[in-house]
């Protein structure tokens, strides 16, 4: 230490001697921090005794400035900016917040100057020379001895770019302050074989608590060990780091394992022997420890069958064994950043527990993506209060270098409304697309009579489909799904492609089981169809429900049944709307408006009633009205006959009432002579409501010569169109109880003409003309 800085620290030490004032300095040559630091370099921190007097330590952490970047120590330490804050992080793993003392008057860190960090009635602070802290002591009287251990020192400025500064520091009784190298978990290898000869990934474990499913046992991984080897049988894993001791005693340790296990500790290679081919399987070795750092190797091999590896312990002062958790290793490479964060999507304030799986990382910097300041703790807890994809980045860095880990749109917040957001293409590379909507589920087919999904793109061959939403879990489970296809299809679940049923096949279906935490999980479903059957189906057992985020402004849209009858006429609205989350209702009859998303209404008045519907999202408002669409009244038998010279229903030649439908030019029949005077040329409107007694499929059968038409509640049901002798078409349609719009439409060019209008209700196959048709005068 150069001799000025040397006389300095004595200089202090003497004044925080007469001031009652306990300082303990942190911090080491080679003090790292990450991109951008605002403590550039030449950090030092008092080193022995002499520097910081016995009789003052465990009660503050100093740190000294020797010859550091004045200019962005100005910004660290001033009063002109009242966000930076300090966290320190104590031994036992409480995070503090030292806010800046109020008593601050020399906003200067200053070649020579120290800070310091003091505990207390009112909390943690952080002061920049000896006469703020005198200040402090005499406002807020004494000190509260810090907890004895290594701690972890992070600042951060929110307003400049982000600075990472962390360092280890051992606050005790010897009145020294050393650098800790030492960062939590064991480095765990694994291995294809059960030599440890050929290495496949390594991770950090916090520890050693590990089974298969073939065990029935506890462990801190599922699905291990195939999430590291996709294998259970025949591999071998070695633990390798330190384990602190903080308590001089007797110390039990137990190695539990299923097949062989063995322990090297603080030199002492096998202090544990458990090898061997066999089933579970305890052995316990003692030895008196006093505290520091221990060296501490497991290894453990698996033949077949399964697999188990535990490590516990025991002081005579215990009342059973417990894990151990004390486990450290020293890193000697740059870092290597990754994270995850629970939930991953939700509606605002969405409240995401974010966890550092970064491996020998020893400072953190979370940047959330929404504007938010950078924060420096291990495993942050944020609060999203915007709709939107937030990216989320992890700077984790130690003394050997940093490491980046952006995920890009990996935060999802929004209003949810239900069922996939389905994507239709042309062609099958999810390139052209051709159409959107929401679907309820994935349950899909062009067999049986379906035409999916040539009434939404105009083909069934040759496509794409992407299906894209969020199953909300209502309790941590095992979820099984299962996709079948023809041809090809995919499933991914919160980014992690859990089910490959891809290729030209028949009907197909793969299942895979996933464990979900309770919330919105993301679910895409994509699925090509080439040529022949196409079947798209997607199921999960146990139940939950399908949602999906809005991108868009919503489309507007409904339905109503009944929407004809006499008064006063009930009717149940249903909103069918696109995105829609919030919905205003006009009824057309001067009520007031409604915001439920499904209303029922009842009209009281004879009329035709215009209804609107203006259905809202985060992204903007779409509106949807439909004229004359309920319709109150005094009925009458018959349908509303409009005929017309020509074949485009342009000149009106007359009206009459006409029930059924039932007309022919043959057989002496002069129809429709009498009205448009020609049995050639003209054109005819049918107009009326069916009084459909009791809820039950109908099937219609349109017959013509030449084109007709038929639409069932402003629904085109029958395309009979076209030039052409006397041909038939039928649909089938479900109806519910009540009054249903029915319209007939058709053209007579030259020859014969006819215009038969007949139904069946199912299961009966029995065709009779339509009749009980009523209109409003």
């Not at 909103?575 to 009842?602: K, M």
Request: glycine share 10%.
């Amino acid at each position: 230490m150069p001799a000025s800085d040397r006389a300095l620290s004595e200089s202090v030490s003497i004044t925080l001697m007469v001031c009652l004032l306990v300082i303990l300095a942190i911090i080491s040559w080679g003090f790292f921090f990450g991109y951008e630091s605002l403590l550039k370099t030449n950090i030092n921190i008092a080193e022995s005794a002499e520097d910081i007097p016995t009789h003052l330590n465990a009660h503050a952490i100093r740190l000294f400035h020797q010859n550091g970047d004045v200019a962005s120590l100005n910004a660290t330490v001033s009063a002109s900016y009242p966000e930076v804050r300090f966290t320190l992080i104590s031994p036992s793993g409480l995070v503090h917040s030292a806010l800046p003392s109020p008593l601050i008057t020399d906003n200067a860190w200053n070649p020579g100057d120290s800070i310091y960090f003091y505990r207390d009635a009112t909390g943690y602070h952080v002061v920049d020379s000896l006469n703020e802290r005198i200040n402090a002591i005499s406002t807020y009287g004494p000190l509260i001895d810090l907890e004895g251990g290594v701690w972890t020192i992070k600042t951060i400025d929110n307003t400049v770019p982000v600075t990472i500064n962390s360092v280890d520091v051992l606050v005790g009784g010897s009145g020294s302050a050393s650098a800790s190298p030492y960062t939590p978990g064991l480095v765990a290898t694994y291995y294809s074989d059960q030599s440890w000869t050929v290495p496949v990934t390594t991770t950090i474990v916090n520890r050693v608590h590990f089974a298969d499913a073939a065990s029935g046992r506890a462990s801190d991984v599922s699905n291990w060990p195939s999430s590291y080897l996709g294998k259970t049988d025949s591999f071998s894993v070695k633990y390798d780091g330190f384990i602190r001791i903080d308590t001089e005693d007797d110390y039990t340790f137990t190695l539990s394992s299923d097949d062989g296990s063995f322990m090297d500790l603080g030199g002492t290679s096998n202090f544990i022997s458990n090898g061997g081919l066999h089933g579970y399987t305890s052995v316990s070795s003692t030895r008196h420890m006093t505290p520091g750092y221990y060296p501490i190797t497991i290894w453990m091999f698996e033949n077949t069958g399964s697999a188990v590896i535990y490590l516990q312990y025991q002081t005579p002062g215990m009342g059973s064994p417990q894990l151990v958790t004390s486990l450290w290793h020293i890193p000697s490479t740059a870092p290597t950043a990754d994270f995850t964060g629970v939930p991953r999507a939700g509606p605002a304030p969405l409240a995401v527990q974010f966890t550092d799986t970064s491996i020998d990382a020893t400072a953190w910097a979370w940047n959330f993506g929404d504007g938010s300041p950078v924060i420096l703790v291990q495993n942050p807890a944020h609060t999203y209060t915007g709709v939107g994809t937030y990216p989320v980045t992890l700077t984790s860095s130690n003394s050997f270098g940093v490491a980046t880990e952006t995920k890009a749109g990996y935060i999802t917040v929004g209003s949810f409304t239900p069922g996939f957001l389905a994507s239709y293409y042309r062609g099958q590379s999810w390139s052209d697309l051709a159409a959107t909507r929401v679907d309820s589920g994935i349950h899909f087919s062009d067999g049986s009579g379906s035409t999916w999904p040539m009434s939404l793109i105009g083909r069934q061959n040759d496509f794409s489909v992407t299906w894209d939403g969020y199953l909300l879990v209502p309790a941590e489970t095992d979820y099984t799904f299962t996709l079948t296809s023809d041809d090809g299809s995919w499933l991914w679940v919160d980014e992690v492609q859990l089910i490959d049923n891809g290729g030209l096949h028949g009907s197909r279906a793969i299942s895979q089981t996933v464990r979900l935490t309770a919330g919105y999980h993301h679910v895409v479903v994509r699925m090509f169809e080439n040529t022949g059957s196409a079947v798209a189906d997607l199921s999960f057992s146990p139940a939950g429900t399908i949602w999906h985020i809005p991108s868009t402004a919503p489309t507007a849209g409904f339905t109503a049944v009944p929407r004809a009858g006499t008064a006063p006429l009930a009717v149940q609205f249903s909103d069918t709307s696109q995105d829609a989350t919030s919905w205003s209702w006009d009824f057309g009859d001067g009520s007031p408006l409604s915001t439920d998303q499904n209303p029922s209404h009842t009209y009281t008045a004879a009329g035709s009633y215009a209804v609107t519907l203006t259905a809202s999202n985060d992204f903007g408002a779409s509106t949807a009205t439909e004229p004359a669409y309920v319709t109150v009244g005094a009925f009458v038998p018959g349908f509303v006959a409009s005929y017309y010279t020509g074949q485009t229903w342009t000149t009106l030649a007359g009206t009459r009432i006409e029930d059924p439908i039932h007309f022919t030019d043959g057989s002496g029949s002069t129809w429709p002579t009498d009205i448009v005077g020609s049995q050639n040329d003209f054109s005819v409107t049918w107009d009326g409501y069916l009084n459909v007694p009791a809820e039950a499929d109908y099937s219609f059968r349109l017959t013509s010569d030449d084109g007709s038409w038929l639409w069932v509640d402003e629904v085109q049901l029958i395309d009979n169109g076209g030039l052409h002798g006397s041909t038939a078409v039928t649909r089938t349609v479900h109806l519910t109880a009540g009054y249903h719009h029915i319209v007939v439409k058709m053209f007579e060019n030259t020859g014969s003409a006819v215009a038969y209008l007949d139904y069946a209700i199912l299961p009966s196959t029995t065709y009779n003309p339509v009749t009980g048709v009523w209109h409003v005068p």
